[in-house]
């Protein structure tokens, strides 16, 4: 089973490489297309394509469709070993649907012109045109297809293995019992803690949010005794020359500044601008609130 996983990933990086040259891939694919009635129709089946490599000259053509070919066919031979580590199990379910869907894109006669590989796949969308998606689309959306059978088999394979995977053999001197008991107490439980349970160990010390804001308090003064009306205006950096007992200061885009005391107080320290409005906090959009308190900085 890691033998097969290890080689689908070995083949998706080989892919990646023609995934990057995919503009090349479509290129020899048309140049390979000497008749004038072949050049208005799609590339259908896999036959198609060997016979293009087949009568190619160019070097560069043969080696990107040599690349898609080759790919194929490591593709069908993992197909067989899959279909042997699976046994009885590749005829039913939902791995003998991925191995039929897959097998059916490999058949050298199968229909490609309408396979189109969707979201997440991006194979379609890099081609040039909407013409280019006609005639190419299927051939390039064949190999993610496949990928994804294979990928979706392997998943099934693997929650199948899991299922009905037998019981680990007791140990010397262990019973079911204790091994239920361990798998219990082992690893140890981490219990969430959420802040409030460590209040007590904080109740004497200020927060550190709080020591930037406030400058030097004194430390005895803690924010959860202040009123929640407080707690809800921002923290704002306060002027060196600002008083002991105001507890923030606020700027407006007016040009306005006031100053927040802890009695809850607020006075006026900074007119706003020349022409600016006592009432507009923005000067820029002329939102205006009803309550200077119940706007959030």
Known sequence: MDGLKNDVARLRERYKTL??????????L?????????????????????QMYDRSKNATDRRAMRQWLDLL??????????????????????????????????????????????????EVNHLSCAEARVLFGGVVSLVPLIFDQAHRALSDMAKRAKEYAPPRPVGAGETRANREILKDTYPPRRAVQSAKHHRSHTDSEVPVRAKTAMGPRDKS???KDLSKRMLRLSFGKMPKSTDEPVLFYRRTLNGRADKLYVNGEITLDHAPWRGASYDKINHKEHRRFVNLEGKLY
């Open 19 to 28: 995934q990057q040259q995919q503009f090349t891939f479509v290129a020899a």
């Open 30 to 50: 048309e140049h390979s297309r000497s008749d004038a009635f072949e050049r208005t129709k799609p590339v259908r089946t896999i036959t198609q394509v060997k």
């Open 73 to 122: 066919n490591d593709l069908g031979n993992i197909l067989r070993s899959m279909e042997n580590v699976a046994g009885s199990s590749a005829k039913e379910g939902s791995i003998g649907l991925a191995l039929d869907r897959w097998k059916v894109l490999l058949s050298p006669n199968h229909d490609l012109s309408d396979l189109r590989a969707k979201y997440p796949h991006q």
């Open 221 to 223: 003064v803690d924010t």
